[in-house]
């Protein structure tokens, strides 16, 4: 089943490495490197209980997602056009359309960050 394109064990093992990561957080209040006095009023991956967010990394997993989905959907197409009955045209259709759909976001999402940067570059000082 997907969810809004998702496949449903794919949210599952989201959710299972947000579980891990929350559990191997270190320590607790007052730890060593928690930031803030005794852990109160720690910032982003301190001991306020909200994991760090890598940017790089988001970015990193966010492209090989793409490039996995159009990899899929290539492997899809030329499966299909070798005469394998497992894969339909549907199929075919559908994994093209989903790569297509990620990667214009992809761009999107790339077309915002630039328009950010010039934003930031052309303020005043």
Do not use: C, W
Request: aromatic content about 4%; charged content about 15%.
């Amino acid at each position: 089943m997907d969810v809004g394109g998702i496949d449903r064990s794919r949210i599952l093992s989201m959710m299972e490495q947000m579980k891990a990561a929350a559990q191997q957080k270190p320590g607790g209040v007052g730890a060593p490197g928690a930031g803030g006095v005794g852990g109160v009023g720690a910032g982003p991956g301190g001991a306020g209980g909200v994991p760090k967010a890598d940017f790089a990394d988001a970015l990193k997993n966010s492209l090989q997602a793409v490039s996995n989905s159009q990899n899929q959907a290539d492997a899809m197409g030329q499966a299909f056009a070798l005469g394998d009955d497992k894969v339909s045209l549907s199929d075919v259709m559908i994994s093209m359309q989903k790569a297509s759909i990620n990667f214009q976001a992809t761009v999107q999402v790339r077309n915002k960050l630039v328009a950010a940067y010039h934003d930031i570059m052309n303020m005043q000082v």
